[in-house]
């Protein structure tokens, strides 16, 4: 079974619901791209009328972790996944709605094989920039996965 946007944001729901109900969902995903969205609203906004920095981490970490999922899925392996670092730069406030998009998929692809042939733990940093409707940069976060076979 294939995971879509719809099984994803449901997963969220249930087993993330801060980042459900403030407004995060998957847009789409492949075997080489996620794209999650925020919408800028009342209860995901800062004291400075815009969105709060944590909801774009979510959003933006959801991007790449969803499709680190999705090639785990895939793989027919158990392997786990965490986050091990993470690193973000912001430039502009974020207004409207955000539209986060990670396009590491072959990063992942490599980390996996090598962890299925190795046996040992692979880390890979996945990168996901966060634009507003005008294509504006208005964040950039990096993640340090770490996968490694149960």
Not at 24 to 29: A, M, N
Not at 104 to 122: H, M, P, R, Y
Request: glycine fraction near 8%; charge should be positive.
């Amino acid at each position: 079974m294939k995971l879509s946007p719809s099984k994803i944001n449901t997963f969220l729901l249930f087993k993330l619901p801060s980042a459900y109900f403030t407004g995060v969902r998957v847009k789409s995903i492949s075997e080489t791209t996620c794209v999650t969205s925020a919408k800028h609203r009342w209860i995901n906004q800062n004291p400075f009328k815009s969105m709060f920095w944590a909801v774009q981490g979510m959003a933006a970490e959801l991007s790449t972790g969803a499709m680190v999922m999705a090639k785990i899925k895939g793989s027919n392996k158990n392997i786990s996944m965490l986050v091990a670092n993470n690193k973000a730069t912001f430039s502009k406030k974020a207004r409207g709605r955000i539209t986060f998009t990670c396009a590491d998929g072959t990063l992942v692809d490599e980390a996996i094989g090598k962890t299925i042939f190795s046996g040992e733990g692979q880390t890979v940093w996945m990168k996901s920039e966060g634009k507003d409707a005008a294509g504006d940069v208005v964040s950039v976060f990096e993640f340090e996965w770490t996968l490694k076979v149960k």
